[in-house]
């Protein structure tokens, strides 16, 4: 369980230290949207970077021992809008929503609970966003300032069972009940327009997902590769939804990037290459510095699982200002759903009969006995489906779905570490560290002069440029030492490289460990290697 973290508290310091800005915050910030900062970018683009590497350009090997086929993709955010016909967004991506007729919010009907309250022996319920701590609280003062009869117990109720109810709920950021309006439909897709006239014919909309994108090109990613199954897709990518309460900092935000990968394999062995994903993709935090006790993965039961799904893992993780695990990543197998939709027949589907799989490989190896060589040929011989289906499927799909952003959300609450060290003098002052694994680390490391003379600067400076070109590294030759490593234990530096007076005599440096303040001398030609050495994945 992480410690509690005042998230004002904790959102205040990633301002100040540039990791996470509100977006647009001179005018009053909007909701859902943020923005990263100088260290902020930094951290999210070494975790993109880190996916990139562990999961396309060098997967462990599969469940055979095989080697992992991937390539990647990168899909126009925009798309012809039959697309999301097909996928089913535009009928059924929808959450009930609820309106609240005095303070004109909007909220989503199954993310209120409620606290009840006795007044005067009639039954009172106040309403606020599950998982908001703060609300709760609201929420909770305001029943006990309703409740005429003292040591009533207040329970926590669900709003979805209580829409009969509605007369007597008090919505959130009012005051008197009955302010809610009924649960109704409202598609999360936002909607713009393609061309200069702002009508129904150019309607489009913002994707919700990166996935569609991936399932549109396969035929195109066949046909120009030489990929044979099982392979992946990966793409890196936004996706908007227009969420009705967007809350806890960046958690729930309504855009925001995914890592995605469609893995495609042969139906028969479709379970073993979920078991595989799910199983890589638990461990992968892990390896980046996540504590496993934080990390719950929760297999979805048969009631959660969408339509499509054959089966569901999610990695939750404990956020500071949940008391249960949220999720991370969805590791979802769909079937044969996605390829099936997009190929069927129109209006719903794209009418493309070549969104199957023709494995030619396993054809040449049968021929022995056969008529033809033709398979087309062959078909007009009308085979059994099941020996078509040796051939010619619509393969499985794997769909490993990782947000970027709630994983660097998470990087900082795991990192965010408040401890006592020694001072200069031998007293313990308290610090703020930011304990990144060092692949995820904004600044690899800081170079500093001890004093500015005697040649110290000018060695620190030929250090930082011969660095430069392979890490994001720092110069910092103002104020004290043990203030100069204070500000990179707060920007979550993992390593302070000092030059002083012996490095003029013997040509080493002092290189001092964020987390465990350990010191040692290293000769200059071995900083390099002494960083890449940090770098590496599984170290």
């Not at 647009?24 to 910030?29: N, R, V």
């Not at 590791?331 to 589907?349: E, I, Q, T, Y």
């Not at 060290?421 to 904004?442: I, Q, S, Y």
Request: charged share 30%; aromatic share 10%.
């Amino acid at each position: 369980m992480p410690t509690k973290i005042d998230m004002a508290k904790f959102a205040k310091f990633c301002k100040d230290m540039g990791f996470i800005y509100q977006s647009s915050e001179i005018y009053g910030g909007i909701n859902g949207f943020w923005d990263y900062g100088p260290l902020g970018v930094e951290l999210k683009k070494n975790i993109k970077e880190a996916w990139w590497q562990d999961m396309v350009r060098n997967p462990p090997p599969g469940p055979d021992g095989q080697e992992i086929r991937m390539v990647g993709l990168d899909c126009a955010i925009i798309m012809n809008p039959k697309v999301w016909v097909a996928s089913g967004h535009v009928g059924g991506f929808a959450d009930p929503m609820m309106d609240c007729k005095a303070s004109k919010k909007r909220y989503r009907a199954d993310q209120l609970e409620a606290l009840s309250a006795d007044a005067g022996g009639k039954t009172v319920y106040f309403a606020y966003p599950k998982g908001d701590d703060e609300a709760q609280k609201v929420a909770g003062k305001k029943a006990k300032k309703a409740n005429a009869k003292p040591g009533a117990t207040v329970a926590v109720m669900s709003i979805p069972d209580l829409i009969a109810a509605l007369p007597i709920i008090v919505g959130p950021d009012v005051e008197e009940a009955g302010t809610l309006t009924e649960p109704r439909a409202f598609n999360l897709m936002f909607e713009s327009h393609a061309g200069p006239i702002a009508s129904e014919e150019n309607k489009v909309y913002l994707r919700p997902e990166t996935a569609q994108g991936i399932f549109a090109n396969y035929r195109n990613v066949l046909d120009s590769t030489r990929l044979k199954l099982p392979f992946g897709i990966a793409q890196v990518g936004k996706a908007f939804r227009n969420e009705i309460n967007p809350r806890n900092f960046t958690f729930r935000s309504r855009e925001f990037e995914q890592m995605e990968i469609e893995f495609f394999c042969h139906p028969a062995e479709s379970m073993k290459w979920y078991e595989y994903w799910r199983d890589l993709r638990k461990k992968w935090y892990s390896t980046l510095g996540v504590k496993s006790e934080n990390l719950v993965p929760r297999e979805q039961g048969k009631e959660e699982l969408a339509h499509y799904s054959i089966g569901t893992t999610d990695i939750e993780y404990m956020f500071p200002f949940s008391d249960e695990p949220q999720e991370l990543e969805g590791v979802a197998h769909r079937g044969d759903f996605d390829l099936k939709a997009h190929s069927a027949p129109p209006p719903k589907g794209s009418g493309n009969d070549k969104l199957n799989y023709f494995d030619e490989e396993r054809w040449n190896a049968d021929s022995a006995g056969r008529s033809t060589n033709s398979f087309k040929e062959w078909l007009k011989t009308s085979p059994p489906a099941a020996d078509v289906e040796k051939y010619q499927f619509t393969p499985h799909v794997i769909e490993p779905s990782a947000g970027a952003d709630r994983f660097t959300l998470a990087v900082l609450c795991e990192a965010y570490t408040e401890d006592e060290v020694p001072d200069a003098k031998g007293n313990k002052e308290t610090r703020v560290v930011m304990k990144f694994h060092p692949r995820l680390a904004p600044i690899k490391a800081a170079i500093f002069p001890l004093v500015n003379k005697d040649g110290m600067p000018e060695k620190a400076m030929a250090l930082y440029r011969s660095l430069k070109p392979h890490f994001n590294v720092f110069f910092d030759d103002k104020g004290a030492v043990g203030r100069r490593y204070r500000r990179q234990d707060e920007a979550g530096t993992p390593f302070c490289i000092t030059i002083d007076g012996d490095t003029l005599k013997d040509d080493t440096v002092t290189i001092r460990d964020r987390d465990t303040l350990k010191q040692e001398r290293v000769p200059i030609s071995q900083v390099r290697a002494t960083i890449e050495r940090a770098l590496t994945p599984g170290c």
